[in-house]
């Protein structure tokens, strides 16, 4: 019940941001979607869940942060892809911060639409293994240990 208006916008949103992409969220819109989440996931206490479902987020932002050695502004770094002729190639300068684009690019470079389908592969399969956290967790508590 809780979910029904953030899962609406998230479905409108979708609908007219898929590649191409049509509108521009810019960040006000994503903290606005973000804080509404955050406020999903602690009033349902779906914290470790969630973490799950996050961990390509998350797992992100920990490569950028080990490898910029800290916080940076924008000012300070260079950006972390380079993109000609359509392909996006990795950014060997030592300043550049690395990113799972920027990883998935040092294979060998790929096209914007290769590295969304990568990402949501790496979605899908980080929602998949939170619902089956979340439901070992629902059938932990749901169901008595059983004696042996």
Known sequence: MYASPIIGILVGFFFFNRFPAKIFLGNSGAYGIGAMIAAL??????????????????????????????????????????IK?????????????????????????????????????????????ALVTGALIYFQKALPMLPL
């Open 41 to 82: 996931v602690i009033v349902t206490r779906k914290e470790f869940v969630t973490m799950i479902a996050l961990l390509p987020m998350i797992l992100n932002a920990f490569i950028i942060l080990v490898s910029i050695r800290g916080v940076k502004t924008k000012e300070d770094l260079a950006s972390p892809v380079n």
């Open 85 to 129: 002729d359509g392909k996006i190639f990795p950014n060997r300068d030592e300043e550049a911060p690395l990113t799972l684009v920027g990883l998935r690019a040092s294979v060998q470079p790929v096209r914007e639409r290769d590295v969304i389908r990568y990402f949501n592969i790496l979605f899908v399969l980080s929602f998949f293994f």
